[in-house]
């Protein structure tokens, strides 16, 4: 039995008929751009996060909340963001586009997200910003970033591109720092049927970032600042309005389906080989990605003996972003980042979908034990 890595019309499919009731009335309204789907879903969204300090904006893709929260910034050209370079390329890409420079600290062993510990020693007379990334729906150590954050004067970003509804001391991730860009990529845990993205900000960030969103326009026509076409489609916003009261619940289903990988790895005597993913403390992991380490001797083997009892996989990522071609310029070498390298080399992301059933996920672990000879 083949096992798919994701099955999008699973979660879609129930709610079709909602969905394209609201497809429908936009239809019939003409109201395309912004308009009452895209403020409605805002107000949505605000609740559901009881968002009191901070506001939240619909924008066309995770990629460009980050890249509209730097335009808001508006950092001197030059200067230096700490991030992570095992991540995802939009987490730099951005960085580089508002002409900034990515300035890399390594992950924490055993965790994939930026380690606070060596953040200290990377901040220079250039730092004005941290990008911590909660990689595959974990957050990362916000109390410690926003501490350094504190102590140097230094905004926060997060990329919550991948964590939507995780939380971190019982507060969900987005508001955890300045500002925030999640994305709603149809893969994600709340997937749009397109490019879609939300941009968190504190709120002495909402008037410009409102303007930000529409080339900087306060009143029509009247450009005040630079700003970009950074606007959510109204169709998009009103398939997000139905799927966003299933989030929680979705996000459980994928915690629940963590738990009986872990159970069925123990039970199959496969802890020594496969190590399953740390759940860090103080923290509610949403399994955006559900990533195991295996050997690295055994890593490709392993994923090409899933391919062929196709089993759905997926190395995120194969290579950190210091050894990516647009990011040579920064002048890292291999052995700079040792615990992103090894992430590298040891990672396989394995189906965790709300919608997997426990059988799949049995046929997953079984064929993970065939190859391992257990
Ligand atoms: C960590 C991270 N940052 C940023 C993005 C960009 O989001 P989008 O694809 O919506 O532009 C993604 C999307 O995959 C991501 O995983």
């Known amino acids: 039995m083949g096992v798919p890595l994701l099955d999008l019309t699973r979660e879609n499919r129930p709610l079709w008929g909602e969905i394209s009731q609201k497809v429908e009335q936009i239809a019939d309204s003409s109201q395309f751009i912004l308009g009452k789907a895209v403020s409605d879903f805002e107000s949505q969204i605000s609740s559901y996060f009881h968002l009191s300090d901070h506001f939240a904006l619909g924008v066309s893709s995770g990629t460009d909340a980050l890249l509209m929260a730097l335009h808001v910034l508006d950092f ?39 380690d606070p510990e060596k953040i200290k020693s990377a901040i220079n007379k250039d730092t004005v910003a941290i990008m911590p990334v909660h990689l595959y729906g974990q957050p990362a150590d916000m109390d410690e970033i926003n501490q350094i954050a504190r102590e140097h004067n230094l905004v926060v970003i997060e990329d919550n591109a991948q964590a939507l509804g995780a939380e971190y001391k019982g507060r969900p991730t987005g508001t955890l720092g300045d500002m925030a860009g999640i994305s709603f990529f149809p893969t994600k845990n709340l997937g749009a049927f397109g490019d879609a993205g939300l ?48 989030l929680a619940d979705w996000n459980g289903q994928r915690r629940e389906n963590a738990k009986l990988y872990r159970t069925l790895f123990q039970k199959k005597n496969l802890s020594s080989i496969i190590t399953i993913p740390v759940e860090e403390k103080d923290r509610t992991h949403i399994y955006h990605q559900y990533v195991v380490r295996a050997p690295e001797e055994s890593r490709n083997d392993l994923k090409k003996y899933l391919d062929e009892k196709q089993i759905g996989n997926m190395v995120y990522y194969p290579k950190s972003l210091h050894e990516q071609k647009p990011f040579a310029y920064l002048g890292y070498k291999l052995g700079d980042f040792p615990e992103s390298e090894k992430a590298t080399r040891q990672v396989l992301a394995l189906p965790i979908h709300q919608s997997i059933t426990s059988l799949e996920i049995e046929e997953v672990v079984s064929v993970i034990a065939d190859f391992y000879g257990k």
């Not at 050209?77 to 580089?96: C, L, Q």
């Open 76 to 114: 001197p050209i030059g200067k230096n963001i700490i991030t992570t370079p095992y991540t995802f390329y939009a987490t730099s890409g951005v960085i580089h586009r508002a002409g900034l420079v990515p300035r890399y600290v390594d992950i924490k062993p055993g965790s994939f997200n930026i």
């Open 199 to 246: 941009m968190i900000g504190k709120n002495q960030y909402k008037e410009k970032s409102t303007r930000v969103r529409v080339h900087g326009m306060q009143d029509r026509y009247d450009h005040v600042e630079i700003g970009g076409n950074f606007r959510i489609d109204a169709l998009q916003a009103a398939i997000l309005s139905v799927k966003l009261p299933h």
